[in-house]
């Protein structure tokens, strides 16, 4: 009897085995676009995390007083939520098995360096409402020169380190990190034909790309950005080598980056002469903050807003 019972547990794992193998080759060979997912990344990215301070300027300042979490914040919050779900939702769907504790890692920091970037970048928006211009360094600024005690002026420039280098870093490198190891999963055989890139996914393209061209100009990270976009190039080439081709979601992200490094090369073209903004960012490579643009030359529309209040 035990001999049956070792034959026939044998039997269930082997079998077991070849389920797992079957459904993988399954999902490798009918690749889809999760156009749900990827929708709805899309769409809170845009809402959330580019309309959070849109949000915080145009509301009506007494419906969220200096001293209390503007509605940007609250926004901000959802982000830091919504996000790394998705993420996790995404890496789920890939048909390849992912090294799940550096997923696991790079959620966890990446949740930790969005919330560091929650508080600072809270505060440094709320300045703007008593003159505080992104385009200028802390030290410039007007309003923090007349600080007293100076020691004051170090505790706005940490602030600023926690804000723009320390959040940022634990945020975006973590959220790039996280697109590779889905993008390394979004591979098929080149004998399999490989269908044109769905409706879906172009119309996606465009919103896309647009987002990475913020994140990437606001949040300064040209460089963790272009790294990874050669990873992602030194991974089409070394899967194509073993006979490889990218699947529908694999594209949908190889061509946004590519549209996304188009529209940076296009925004640095245009502010390339912009004397004030060169001073702010200087060295080779030059990419100025959307925001600081706005506040350099849109500032009347917060001194109307000011006034208005």
Same mark, same amino acid.
């Given at each position: 009897?035990?001999?049956?019972?070792?034959?026939?547990?044998?039997?269930?794992?082997?079998?077991?085995?070849?389920?797992?193998?079957?459904?993988?080759?399954?999902?490798?060979?009918?690749?889809?676009?999760?156009?749900?997912?990827?929708?709805?990344?899309?769409?809170?990215?845009?809402?959330?995390?580019?309309?959070?301070?849109?949000?915080?300027?145009?509301?009506?300042?007494?419906?969220?007083?200096?001293?209390?979490?503007?509605?940007?914040?609250y926004f901000h919050m959802a982000y830091n939520v919504i996000t *790394? !779900?998705? $993420?996790?939702?995404? &890496?789920?769907? /890939?048909?390849?098995?992912? =090294?799940?504790?550096?997923?696991?890692?790079? +959620?966890?920091?990446?949740?930790?360096?969005?919330?560091?970037?929650?508080?600072?970048?809270?505060?440094?928006?709320?300045?703007?409402?008593?003159?505080?211009?992104?385009?200028?360094?802390?030290?410039?600024?007007?309003?923090?020169?007349?600080?007293?005690?100076?020691?004051?002026?170090?505790?706005?420039?940490?602030?600023?380190?926690?804000?723009?280098?320390?959040?940022?870093?634990?945020?975006?490198? *973590? !959220?790039? $990190?996280?697109?590779? &190891?889905?993008? /390394?999963?979004?591979?098929? =055989?080149?004998?399999?034909?490989?269908?044109? +890139?769905?409706?879906?996914?172009?119309?996606?393209?465009?919103?896309?790309?647009?987002?990475?061209?913020?994140?990437?100009?606001?949040?300064?990270?040209?460089?963790?950005?272009?790294?990874?976009?050669?990873?992602?190039?030194?991974?089409?080439?070394?899967?194509?080598?073993?006979?490889?081709?990218?699947?529908?979601?694999?594209?949908?992200?190889?061509?946004?980056?590519?549209?996304?490094?188009?529209?940076?090369?296009?925004?640095?073209?245009?502010?390339?002469?912009?004397?004030?903004?060169?001073?702010?960012?200087?060295?080779?490579?030059? +990419?100025?903050?959307?925001?600081?643009?706005?506040?350099?030359?849109?500032?009347?529309?917060?001194?109307?807003?000011?006034?208005?209040?």
């Amino acid at each position: 009897m035990s001999g049956v019972r070792r034959r026939q547990g044998a039997g269930g794992v082997s079998s077991s085995g070849r389920h797992g193998v079957a459904q993988e080759e399954d999902a490798c060979r009918n690749p889809r676009f999760h156009f749900d997912l990827w929708f709805y990344f899309t769409l809170q990215n845009w809402v959330l995390d580019f309309g959070r301070p849109i949000a915080m300027i145009v509301l009506p300042l007494e419906w969220f007083p200096l001293n209390k979490p503007s509605a940007g914040d609250y926004f901000h919050m959802a982000y830091n939520v919504i996000t *790394p !779900f998705i $993420l996790l939702k995404l &890496i789920e769907r /890939s048909p390849k098995t992912l =090294p799940r504790s550096m997923v696991y890692i790079c +959620i966890i920091t990446f949740v930790m360096g969005a919330s560091i970037h929650l508080v600072g970048d809270s505060v440094n928006h709320r300045l703007i409402f008593s003159g505080y211009q992104l385009h200028l360094s802390v030290r410039e600024n007007p309003i923090i020169k007349n600080l007293k005690p100076e020691t004051l002026i170090d505790s706005f420039e940490l602030l600023y380190y926690y804000d723009e280098y320390l959040g940022h870093s634990m945020w975006y490198i *973590p !959220f790039f $990190l996280i697109l590779c &190891i889905y993008f /390394s999963g979004c591979f098929i =055989p080149i004998k399999e034909e490989q269908q044109r +890139i769905p409706v879906a996914a172009l119309l996606l393209i465009g919103p896309s790309s647009l987002y990475y061209w913020y994140l990437v100009t606001e949040g300064q990270i040209f460089i963790l950005f272009i790294f990874t976009f050669f990873a992602l190039m030194a991974l089409v080439m070394h899967q194509k080598r073993k006979g490889l081709l990218m699947d529908s979601n694999g594209r949908f992200l190889f061509y946004s980056f590519i549209i996304t490094l188009v529209l940076i090369a296009l925004w640095v073209g245009w502010l390339w002469n912009d004397k004030i903004l060169r001073k702010k960012y200087p060295g080779v490579i030059y +990419i100025p903050e959307p925001w600081a643009f706005y506040t350099l030359h849109m500032s009347n529309l917060h001194s109307a807003k000011g006034e208005s209040i």
